[in-house]
Nanobody
Framework: QVQLVESGGGLVQPGGSLRLSCATS????????MGWYRQAPGKERELVAT???????KYADSVKGRFTISRDNAKNTSYLQMNSLKPEDTAVYYC????????????WGKGTLVTVSS
């Protein structure tokens, strides 16, 4: 069974940095797009960034210039480097991946909490 596990969340002061990782385990034929989303308390889940298998990236306007998404295809892992963090970045961050096993579907991780506070 394919699983995605996020790590790297925690408490950080405004202006600080964190690096999130999303590790994929299980028997996978291929992974196409990978992405990061977040959900703040009382708000809907929103897109943060995505990256295709070829490395094309897309970012939410609110994180452009501060966050960088990357991936290691050999490790089936994606990363989200978050710099210049703001209190409004506080949320549970989820990764997902478009995975092909015997069929193609989107798998989600369980999330990791990022808290930006002084």
């Amino acid at each position: 069974q394919v699983q995605l596990v996020e790590s790297g969340g925690g408490l950080v002061q405004p202006g600080g940095s964190l690096r999130l990782s999303c590790a994929t385990s299980g028997r996978i034929l291929s992974i196409n797009a990978m992405g990061w989303y977040r959900q703040a308390p009382g708000k809907e889940r929103e897109l943060v960034a995505t990256i295709t298998s070829g490395g094309t990236t897309k970012y939410a306007d609110s994180v452009k210039g501060r966050f960088t998404i990357s991936r290691d295809n050999a490790k089936n892992t994606s990363y989200l480097q978050m710099n210049s963090l703001k209190p409004e970045d506080t949320a549970v961050y989820y990764c997902n991946a478009r995975i092909t096993v015997t069929m193609t579907y989107t798998q989600w991780g369980k999330g990791t909490l990022v808290t930006v506070s002084s």
